[in-house]
């Protein structure tokens, strides 16, 4: 089946611009995150979605940060007031939960912002 | 705070050599572990997915172990081909809640190149 998939693949934005990137997790998983891979900084966490439960934004770097989840699939990344730091590789992960275990995440290709 | 470090950061090897790549977390209490590779440009694809209860997982020509009480896993590869080269992530999770609050925690990773 389909995979993960995020878009845009390349963003390019002027500094101060809102950007929403998006994704859409594999059919059926109700697990969603967002991890940011900045260049020589490897991968980090920004925030977890599962099922209606409030979302672990404990990640986000700033209050310019935010995500939604809309009907449980879908999810939009948004950065307000972009700053140059914020210039990295946005991937999406999607999982499967079966009770309180958790399957492998899949990611997608992710989403190449580079703030100018 | 979990930490994940791998060494060696780069590895060559000639093709056909058996190789290890070795991961550390300094906490412990970890729900699981996964094995990623990650070529240029690319997201990241799942190798191999080791439970907390388990000691090892095999697929194909990898093979990956997990000792959580000395913090460390192995990521074996038989017989290298110039297909693997790429780098080599693991990355743990950490049951944080009852509600499987689960976020990767990534190590810093080995960027692997097998020499034809």
């Known amino acids: 089946g389909a995979g993960v998939s995020q878009s845009p693949s390349n963003k390019v934005t002027e500094k101060g611009k809102d950007v929403e990137l998006r994704c859409d997790p594999i059919?059926?998983?109700?697990?969603l995150y967002w991890y940011r891979q900045s260049l020589g900084q490897g991968l980090e966490f920004l925030i977890y979605f599962q099922g209606n439960s409030a979302p672990d934004k404990s990640g986000l770097p700033s209050d310019r940060f935010s995500a939604e989840r809309t009907g449980g699939s879908v999810s939009t990344l948004t950065i307000q007031r972009t700053q140059q730091e914020d210039s990295a590789v946005y991937l999406c992960?999607?999982?499967?939960?079966?009770?309180?275990?958790?399957?492998?995440?899949?990611f997608g290709p992710g989403t190449r912002l580079t703030v100018l | 705070k979990q930490e994940v470090t791998q060494i060696p950061a780069a590895l060559s090897v000639p093709e056909g050599e058996n190789l290890v790549l070795n991961c550390s977390f300094t906490?412990?209490?970890?729900?699981?572990l996964q094995w990623f590779r990650q070529d240029p440009g690319k997201g990241l694809t799942s190798l191999l997915l080791i439970q907390s209860s388990q000691r090892e997982q095999t697929s194909g020509r990898l093979n990956a172990s997990l000792d959580k009480s000395s913090g460390r896993s192995t990521l074996y590869i038989a017989a290298s081909q110039p297909g693997d080269s790429a780098t080599y992530l693991c990355a743990v999770v950490r049951l944080i809640s009852n509600f499987g609050n689960e976020k990767l925690t990534f190590g810093t990773g080995t960027r692997l190149t097998i020499i034809p």
């Open positions: 992960a999607s999982s499967l939960r079966t009770g309180i275990r958790t399957d492998t995440q899949y």
């Open positions: 906490d412990s209490a970890i729900y699981n």
């Open positions: 059919s059926g998983h109700t697990a």
